[in-house]
């Protein structure tokens, strides 16, 4: 067999193995519904607008999750988000949801640690989406240990990736104990925690105080993902 012909099967096999790759992409919204999703943990409103998630904050609710039916592990997440500025947001990935009232169990900075969560709460990594944060990005334990696991005071690029009141455009790659996030092409969270290394997608409606309540929106768009193997 002449080289040229070795290298012809060899291109040929690397643009096989990179459609496979690009094939394994899913849409985790039909632009349609919310088939695939359910609500919890509070009663805020999710709505389908144009072909995007609208998500819209209800006076006396807590903070409240669309979730995904479907428990991802290692993936690689994508989506486009837009959030009204006074609205604190995020996405919650290898996350969990309470099926009774419970106490979480687990050892924070070298010391044992009790969180009391009431049912149908979900807890678990937040990426968070904030506009005036320099957080966003950062990744939030949310309804746990309720600290960002990630430090971005070392960080300026990263707290300055958000656009207020613009789409942005977030990547999420999750890899056994390895989370790293980026923001309109910005690297952000970089952490290793191995604390739940599978769980649900939930996307977030903040809870917003009496005294400063709006029926404020988050929209979410072109949310795919990619599962690795």
Request: aromatic letters at 10%.
């Amino acid at each position: 067999m002449s080289k040229s012909m070795i290298s012809l099967g060899l291109m040929s096999g690397l643009l096989l193995v990179c459609a496979a790759a690009a094939a394994d992409w899913v849409k985790l919204f039909n632009g349609k519904n919310l088939d695939g999703w359910s609500v919890h943990s509070g009663t805020a409103t999710y709505a389908v607008e144009d072909g995007v998630i609208v998500g819209t904050a209800v006076l006396g609710s807590p903070n409240t999750f669309l979730c995904t039916i479907k428990e991802y592990g290692d993936f690689i997440l994508e989506f486009e988000v837009k959030v009204d500025t006074e609205l604190n947001s995020g996405v919650q990935i290898r996350s969990q949801i309470a099926p009774e009232e419970m106490v979480l169990k687990f050892v924070h900075e070298g010391k044992p640690m009790e969180r009391k969560i009431p049912k149908d709460r979900v807890y678990g990594y937040q990426v968070e989406i904030a506009a005036n944060s320099p957080n966003a990005g950062n990744i939030y334990d949310e309804a746990r240990r309720a600290v960002f696991l990630d430090d971005f005071s070392s960080k300026p690029e990263a707290q300055k990736a958000f656009r207020d009141g613009e789409w942005n455009r977030y990547r999420v790659e999750a890899r056994g104990e390895s989370i790293k996030t980026w923001v309109n092409g910005v690297p952000c969270a970089d952490i290793r925690d191995s604390m739940t290394l599978k769980g649900i997608i939930g996307l977030q409606v903040h809870s917003v105080p009496k005294e400063k309540f709006k029926p404020y929106q988050v929209r979410w768009r072109n949310l795919r993902i990619q599962e690795l193997r």
